[in-house]
């Protein structure tokens, strides 16, 4: 579910908030999920996600980006960020959590393929599947692959090579230690 900030003071329960007022910051909390940002260079109208495995499932990224087109941000002017999150060494899910994933947020229709340039920007390991009962789910990766779907150039794409389970001094993890502290993330227009 995707919600606006329209009221100072008002808190919105949703995965993401869109802001198109110059001058505003949103807020998203996150704990092994990602936070994700974008901003448009050119009208400077933002957003920001709180995008987990469920979140990238339900399309949360397409569907934000289509409020964006609704605003008339072109492709091209569009930057996105991608915070500290889970890593997918360190998020691993059963063989059927694991398939039903990739059915449901990699659609093998519209799924482009990376080039190397692309693929060695971010990511040095493209081998996902263990010959174990365990599978390393990499939700950094089907973000940026969903990005990519939607034409976001992938000069204009950041990931954040932090992991929120690894890190354990800087960043709070419901998989490490199922605390209910999270990060704040924030964005400003």
């Not at 360190?90 to 039903?100: A, G, P, S, W």
């Not at 599947?129 to 969903?146: E, H």
């Not at 150039?153 to 993890?173: G, Q």
Request: proline share 2%; glycine share 4%.
């Amino acid at each position: 579910m995707l919600g606006s900030y329209s009221e100072e003071g008002t808190k919105t329960n949703a995965d993401g908030l869109v802001g198109n007022k110059c001058s505003q910051n949103l807020w998203i909390y996150t704990a092994d999920c990602m936070p994700i940002f974008f901003a448009d260079k050119r009208t400077r109208n933002v957003a920001t996600l709180h995008c987990g495995r469920k979140g990238l499932e339900k399309k949360i990224i397409k569907n934000l980006i289509k409020i964006f087109d609704n605003f008339g941000t072109s492709r091209d002017e569009l930057l996105v960020a991608i915070g500290p999150a889970i890593s997918k060494e360190h998020y691993l899910v059963d063989k059927m959590t694991f398939k039903e994933f990739y059915r449901k947020a990699e659609n093998k229709n519209t799924t482009i393929k990376l080039t190397k340039t692309q693929t060695d920007l971010c990511f040095r390991d493209s081998n996902h599947f263990r010959k174990q009962n365990l599978n390393q789910l990499d939700i950094k990766r089907s973000a940026y692959r969903q990005l990519l779907n939607e034409n976001i150039p992938y000069t204009n794409i950041d990931i954040s090579n932090l992991c929120t389970y690894k890190f354990k001094n800087e960043f709070n993890s419901w998989r490490r230690s199922q605390t209910t502290s999270r990060q704040w993330n924030l964005i400003c227009s």
